[in-house]
């Protein structure tokens, strides 16, 4: 099923690639080629073919990890994927993290106490992570938290003093420097992260925290609930075990797509932050019409929601054997 699911991803890059309105050929020539070489390199690009034939080299090369050279770095795809991934996996995780830990409880207590201020707060900030836009609460956050207060570093990674003094072993910054022992890199490090982490989690918090409410409503109203607590269950087991043991396998999926989601709409906020993982490079790729690296880019991304729609099975098993 997971290698339908990649050839359907695979099938679908490779005909954007071909519908979209940009001549990869005149991409890689220039508009000042001459006839002759524009012939040249579509015969050396192998789009003189048959479109299955091109179509099998596609999946032959994507398998082999051959995304072709982008023209942007002049260098291969694989390699600038392999460079600016782990970038955004760190930030989106740290993202998830904040947003698992307050989403969750967030969600549940507003269920727990439904039509009470404290749920009526929760719900504005759920309304607020759907409506306010990215791009400008990362703006609004430097001008304050940067400019204003100085309690965090600005844009970037990490300030051009510390660049290249970690040597690179699993390409997250945070463990990196651990790993060396440099604890000013690592600071330095977590200063910058934090603010665009943060309004990730900001973001991901609010789709957590709105559904787990609305699945915990959905198991208070029901009647075994109301049997557990005429047996004289204390409300927090009959809330956090038999409540929330009920939502837990639905939950998965939520904090999944949700952190997919992170991986894969981090564009803006890095954009805003100028982070240098794969949606900054996705977005400078558009930009250039370098198409190599767009399908490149866009295949890892596909490929993080196959893999973690994978996890997500084996943890539905896990926790519910029935679902097997």
Known sequence: MVSL?????????FF???????????????DRATQEQYDAAKLAMGLDRPLIVQFADYVWDALRGDFGRSISTNKLVAEDLIRVFPATLEMATIGIIIGVTLGVPMGVWAAAHQGSWIDQIIRVL??????????WLGLVGLAVFYAGLGWVAGPGRIDVFYDGLVEPVTGLLLIDSLIAGDTDVFFNALSHLVLPATILGFFSLAYIARMTRSFMLDQLGQEYITTARVKGLSEFRVIWVHAFGAIRVPLITVIGLSYAGLLEGSVMIETVFSWPGIGNYLTTALLNADMNAVLGATLVIGSVFIVINKISDVLYRILDPRSA
Request: glycine share 12%.
């Open 5 to 13: 699911t990649f050839l359907g991803l695979l099938a679908i890059t």
């Open 16 to 30: 954007i690639g071909r519908v979209v309105p940009i001549d990869p050929v005149l991409s890689v020539v220039g």
């Open 126 to 135: 759920a309304l607020l992570g759907y409506s306010v836009p990215a791009f």
